[in-house]
């Protein structure tokens, strides 16, 4: 699209300019006073006129078993966690460097080039940047909106059936050796002491985290293009296989769009789709990797399966909160505190989604605009605190609301409430991400409390280590002591930057 440019558009110099972007390295929200920019920067020095992390270590990284930052967000409000890391920079950079390398980069390109040849199996998911006004975030929610959402709609004129499915725990059942079998081929990756690209790829990955075998890292674009290597390498047996067992007229009548680990199974035939999807298992078990039973439907009502049930829900539901004038204003019919009701109701329902921090949002520029009595302060923290608990991932937006409701209250209330939530959220486990972002609210009043992750004690004091580094020989200087930005920490208050949050001018 003219907005937007998929990674294997670019040539390697800016594939490496991309990958290793701040926003591509850690590439979900922070508090402002985070500064992986200077990070990145200081990590990048440490490889002047050196292109080869070997050159930086003294130690091999895969002998230290703690040199990325990991944290646990939830996925479904009760105990469906999933790991996020923040890589060693000087790792990531590496393993960024290594494969944008003049070759290697023309090696992978090409291997894509023969992942995507069949036009009836369609990857919507490669990293892409953004080339206009909005973030890259945003150009990949809309990749998403027009490539699967909208196509599924067109399908629907196409195919009279359709079976959704996805992979339970995509990145972590990645075998590693398989990133070999998709770039070298399987015969070739499996002769031992190969030293094709692809093998050299798959030691690399497995460097970073101390070996393993089983998985790969959640941690940046870097990842999200070495798990699309196997998935494209996947893409590809599967056409393969069903060349070799379709008819000429069943090969006529399907089509398969894949974003990451999600797969849509279009065709006008009930026993063709399940040809497919067995095939497809097929094709996955032999890479370790297996269907989400849970998320797996099929539905002869092509149309509905396009938009999430979540979306399907809210959409539903948020015309109980407002009218339409004639004069073409909005009327809330609702107050605040039943509005926010019915964001739990979603929130209860789908935890995590994507409708719930588009609901987030509009609440938010809604008491933005509207203000909001005193009165009504103790019960919506009540339920943001709920959300909070329930749907950490979107924590950010429900920070940006408390931020917005504290602006109301002295010091001594703040601190009240912060030590309510404080309490409620601990709680619970893995709680790392939520604890960063109610600690954005906490340090405008000096509020003291024991944090127990390490990028919060970190924002506390500079001499707590993320990451470690002893793998580095001695005159490589890597200082993370950049990572805090402790002026503009110190100036913080209630009112939380909005553009690093919020999405989109206009709600898609």
């Not at 670019?10 to 508090?31: G, Q």
């Not at 040199?67 to 920079?89: E, S």
């Not at 404080?422 to 405008?444: C, P």
Request: with cysteine; aromatic share 10%.
């Amino acid at each position: 699209m003219g907005n937007r440019k998929s990674i294997l558009e670019m040539d390697a110099k800016e594939a490496r300019t991309f990958l290793i972007k701040p926003t591509s390295y850690v590439p979900f929200a922070m508090p402002e006073y985070f500064n992986f920019t200077k990070i990145i920067e200081n990590a990048k020095k440490c490889f002047k006129g050196i292109n080869d992390v070997h050159a930086i270590g003294g130690k091999k990284m895969e002998n230290l078993g703690n040199i990325n930052h990991t944290m646990f967000m939830n996925k479904d409000g009760n105990y469906d966690w999933r790991p996020i890391t923040i890589v060693h920079p000087l790792a990531y950079i590496g393993l960024a460097y290594f494969i944008t390398e003049e070759s290697a980069w023309q090696i992978i390109k090409e291997r894509f080039k023969e992942f995507r040849k069949n036009p009836r199996i369609k990857c919507i998911s490669l990293p892409v940047e953004s080339t206009g006004k909005n973030n890259d975030r945003e150009e990949t929610i809309l990749n998403w909106w027009e490539n699967l959402e909208q196509a599924t709609i067109r399908f629907s004129l196409n195919y009279q059936y359709c079976i959704k499915t996805d992979i339970t725990n995509c990145y972590g059942s990645i075998y590693t050796h398989s990133i070999a079998w998709a770039i070298d081929g399987k015969k070739e990756a499996k002769k031992k002491n190969s030293k094709d690209f692809g093998a050299k790829l798959d030691k690399r990955v497995r460097e970073v985290q101390y070996g393993q075998t089983n998985g790969i890292l959640q941690g940046g674009q870097v990842y999200n293009l070495v798990a699309e290597i196997v998935m494209g390498y996947a893409d590809m047996v599967l056409s393969e296989r069903l060349n070799s067992i379709l008819s000429s007229k069943e090969k006529e009548d399907y089509q398969i769009i894949r974003y990451r680990d999600d797969y849509r199974i279009f065709s006008n035939s009930r026993e063709i789709a399940e040809k497919i999807v067995k095939t497809l298992a097929e094709v996955l078990a032999e890479l370790n990797m297996h269907f989400n039973q849970k998320k797996t439907s099929d539905s002869s009502n092509v149309i509905k399966t396009a938009i999430k049930p979540d979306k399907l829900f809210w959409t539903s539901e948020k015309g109980n909160i407002r009218v339409k004038d004639s004069d073409g204003t909005y009327t809330y019919q609702l107050n605040l505190q039943k509005h926010l009701w019915l964001i739990k109701r979603l929130a209860d329902k789908y935890p995590n989604s994507g409708s719930l921090t588009v609901a987030l949002s509009d609440f938010y520029k809604r008491i933005k605009n509207e203000g909001l009595s005193h009165s009504q302060i103790p019960q919506l923290i009540s339920i943001l605190t709920d959300l909070i608990i329930n749907s950490p991932k979107s924590i950010p937006n429900e920070v940006l609301i408390l931020g917005e409701i504290f602006n109301k209250l002295n010091d001594n209330e703040i601190s009240e409430y912060i030590d309510l939530i404080m309490k409620k959220v601990s709680r619970k486990a893995n709680t790392e991400y939520s604890e960063i972002w109610l600690q954005r609210l906490s340090i405008m009043i000096n509020y003291k409390y024991v944090y127990k992750g390490k990028l919060a004690k970190k924002v506390t004091s500079n001499s707590i280590k993320v990451w470690n580094s002893d793998w580095c020989k001695e005159d490589i200087n890597f200082n993370e002591d950049c990572l805090i930005d402790y002026e503009k920490k110190d100036r913080v208050n209630s009112i939380i930057p909005e553009n690093s949050i919020l999405l989109f001018d206009n709600t898609y």
